[in-house]
């Protein structure tokens, strides 16, 4: 089983509401398109420093994680951002990764997408049940 990598454009979502009142341009929109792995073991999505420096988030608050070897770690959380991937949408917060550390795409974001991992294809997809559009649990 290998690791699963997606094609995901990140946008600066306070950008787009400037840009909705006409307060900067849409070519202002701050966005990147990355190849992010997509981690099923990991709520939060996670940026690195270098992509925060491209968007710009502000802060929101100082988080605490627990890593796969059981240690805490404090990150810098910041947004919102918004995510795409085919056509699906979701809207996050992030934590901020030292560097150039590899950016994570995390459950929750995968969940508001309604996106499933197929491992054994090693590919990110739509929810098969749901190709049209995000169907989410309310209960």
């Given at each position: 089983m290998g690791l699963v990598y997606a094609d995901i454009e990140l946008i600066n979502a306070d950008d787009v509401a400037l840009a909705r009142k006409h307060i900067i341009g849409e070519e202002e929109i701050k966005k990147i398109h990355l190849n992010m792995l997509a981690n099923s073991g990991a709520y939060m999505m996670a940026i690195n420093e270098?992509?925060?420096?491209i968007l710009q988030l502000p802060f929101v608050e100082k988080r605490k994680a627990v890593m796969a070897d059981g240690s805490v770690a404090e990150y810098d959380t910041v947004g919102p951002v918004i995510v795409k991937f085919k056509n699906?949408?979701?809207?996050?917060?992030?934590?901020?990764?030292?560097?150039?550390a590899e950016p994570l795409l995390g459950s929750i974001p995968m969940e508001e997408m309604d996106v499933v991992i197929y491992t054994h294809k090693q590919e990110l997809v739509v929810n098969p049940e749901h190709p049209e559009y995000a169907v989410l649990k309310m209960k």
């Open positions: 270098n992509i925060q420096a699906r949408t979701a809207v996050c917060n992030a934590f901020v990764l030292a560097g150039d």
